[in-house]
């Protein structure tokens, strides 16, 4: 009895800090609705700082707790000035775009947490009077997990004094409710919106500076906490403090027992409770219906075929890189085989979100479902390069179906979080099971047949598989189908009103997605030769989203642009120092200057130019 | 302003295309060897290694290089990812005219760069990664690795585990390929030593996603004799904290795989565990002259003590100053013939040879006990543990590769 008892105070120790890292994500998608990935990193400079502070004031308790606040609040006042520089320019950018931003700054924060504090892990002293164990019922519990216990509650009821019990509290849980109504009201959303930021940076500077009595503070804490960060966010229901709480004890718990079962649940089992908790309950457990988007924005121009001119200049381009491995060197067609591969993973994503108004966290599932398919094919049918290639893209239509059948029940946030489940899943399932899937050493020798296995024969097939891939999706996008699917996303009770089967047209819609990014993913296994389970993971998934978003998401050659500019602009970065800081510059760059993406900046450069007609209205 | 914008834009969109420029001719004269390896994942392990590479190579083109032919290095980050390392080592070699590779940590990234060596038909020396399956189940014949891998580091610990005549073990390992291998072979390996040994608790926590208290608590109530342990890192620091403040490790002996690493052991700093038996290496203590040597010089380079990371590099390139001159060219095939059999007499762990049956190196590790001084966490009571007395034999180890 004693232990069980004790297990479950280790479970709600974790609970607490998992909330704490968790409350100010979430109250800063609550109001701004910014998908905020540099939470994480928000997160390590509290621990870093926390450690700097705490090993050089004297020790002692007041030294200690002192070190923890100052620490939050510099923390705090990073996020003041992101906010101010950065993000504050890029609130009317579509929907998610600000992601992008906040993508930059966590590449940024990695440089420059390495350049001041060193690549070797600082592990801190503990808490001074909490540094000890005590006994509860004969078994040894820790008094700084006590602590935590009761800080975490603490924390929550000092938000919710906030929300409640002051005006501008009151004002910002207006604004997560309607934020068209706050301004029309007349209250400044700028400084709502700062506010809001700090509060929740300096809440994730708190939690990884609460940190340092637990565990040694270290370059991977970022992306460590970010994932399950978003997980309890979700669980609980955007916008919602106290859910992220029970989703944090949740988790907490459910791992601290399931352990003592089956050990290797760990890895997926948050992804697997917020799947569940997503499939019975499609906001979260406190969410609210409507709590998934962001405000109502400008709706989207609508597609026009491209002119005459404008075909010719594509075709010519097309040329242009079909007869490019006869100039370029022989590594410069294999980097293009990794464009190519690029552009037809962003474009299926593209598909999914631009026009289905889907947005996936997880497409990398179907992408990687693909290069899994074509490897085990030729691993285990012994079959030659073509079969796998075909088979790739069918194994991800058949991934895609089921997954597919769940997530459009869904919308917004909820949706993206969902594919992110099902790609962590697929992820931990290929990472544990190595009889089969290869676990993380993945599967090896997987190169084209001897036929193709010269760079510029290669460099054709994946020609021919890539540009008719995209060639496909955007027929598609100006099919019925693809009408379709633009009028659901724009107004799904309108074409239902017009008798067409909404949830199945989007169902179509996300496994044709999943097949074109299967082809992707089988064109860049052979391109490899090998495949790994990070094809499946969350930097994959991300990549994509960013490509999309930087592209521009409301035009189609914004996924193309995207890819691009990405895999050129990174292969290029990657041979310098600090490379990480350069890309991360670079991202916000555009960003600022290309709040529509790099489509939306070509397209008013055109125009500006003269090379394009203002559009008509 | 709108026309400067624009113009940036462009500006931008047109530089990485600067990349697609063909590559000049290799410079006459010059060696060119191509290095990839997870800089800026993990800095705390592969700086220390880049450190001492660079050490050797400026050691070796004072010298004179080989016959009066200079070494140059190109050094690329692999951002952890297999794919981004590659496409590096297709451009080192196809580009930059790289005659071998070197490098790699993580040990999906040594495979995925082993399989590319095969299908290119490239030399790689594999410096760093652990994974049995480079040199045994996934072997190629291009490939070669040096540091003492999974399999040999667990075998030198069950062979002082054995010593303790303890019955019942429990284990704890991230949950990965490196920890199960690892489990795996202590497990066999304990068990031809000491017939009726018990396994009675595995913990497999997600690599730097452990939840310490949670698995030490598991740990503990398996009431183990004692444990044998493969966290490391950021894992190792919060199960050594936890266990410590749990009453873990009282009245048990913990075996623990790279703990005595400086790379592991220094951040641990006070709260270094005290008498567990760990493979790693005490740079200050070893006094063999090449050693000393080494050490003089590494301080003065780079003004910090050397790690396991930078022995390794320096080793590295030692291992290939040694293949280019008994190749005496920089042809692969003259390369892999060389490769073969390979000895490095004098190097600061001592003589080691590349086993021409399954391409492990002989490079051997430190087995001994961890302890405190001055607030450091250092070993102590250790040995030199030759890497070719944990191999199996040569006939052995050739049955289990892949046939050519």
Redesign the interface.
Known sequence: MGFYFAQLLTGLANASSLFLIACGLSIIFGVTRIVNFAHGSFYMIGAYLAYTLVTTLPHGIFGFWFSVVVAALIVGVVGLLIELTILRRIYHAPELFQLVATFGVVLIIQDVALAIWGAEDLLGPRAPGLDRAVRIMGEPIPEYDLALILIGPLVLAGIWVLFHRTRWGVLVRAATQDREMVDALGVNQAWLFSGVFVLGSALAGLGGALQIPREAVSLQMDLSVIGEAFVVVVIGGMGSVAGAFVAAVLISVLNAFAILVFPQISIVLPFVVMAVVLIVRPYGLFGKPGSEHGGAEEPEQPLRLLSPQATMVLMALVMVLAASPAVVSEFSTTLLVDVMVATLFAVSLHFMMGLGGMVSFGHAAYFGVGAYGAAMTVKYLGLGMLPAMAIGPLAAAGAALVFGWFCVRLSGVYLAMLTLAAAQILWGVTFQWQEFAGGDDGILGVWPDKWASDDWIYFYVAFVLCVGGIWLMRRVAHAPFGYGLRGIRDSAIRAEALGMDVKFHQWMGFTLAGAVAGLAGAVFAFSKGSVFPDVLGIGQSVDGLIMVLLGGIHALAGPIFGAGVFVLIEDWVLKLDYWRFIFGAIILLVVLLAPDGVAGGVDRLLRALGLRKERES | M??I??K???A??A?????????AAQAEGKIVIGEINSY?RL??FT?PYKKGWTLAMEELNAAGGIDGRMIEVIS??D?G????A???A??LT??EGAVMIFGTFL??IG??V???A??KEVLFLASEPL?D?IVWS?GNKYTYRLRPSTHMQAAMLAERAAKLGKKKWATVAP???YG?DAVAAFKSELTKLQPGVEFVE?????V??I?????V??LE?SKPDAIFNVTF??DL??FV??GS???LFEDRTVVSLLTGEP?YL????T?APEGWIVTGYPPEQIETDEHKAFMAAYEARWGEAPKTGSIVGYNSMLAIKAVLMKAGSVETEALLAAMEGLEIPTSPTGPFMFRAADHQSTMGAYVGLTTQKDGMGMMTDWAYADGADYLPSEEEAAKLRPAE
């Open positions: 709108q026309m914008r624009r940036l834009l462009g931008l969109a530089l990485p295309m600067l990349g697609m420029i063909p590559g800026t800095p705390a700086e690329r980050d951002t990812d297999p794919a981004t590659i496409r590096i297709e451009e196809s580009k040990s999906n495979l995925a082993a399989d590319f095969k299908q994974s399956a996934k949950n990965y390929a199960k595995e913990q497999w926590p997600p730097f996603k939840d310490a208290g949670s698995t608590r598991a109530a890192g950021g620091a919060k904290r936890e403040l749990r009453f790379e220094n951040p641990l700093g709260e």
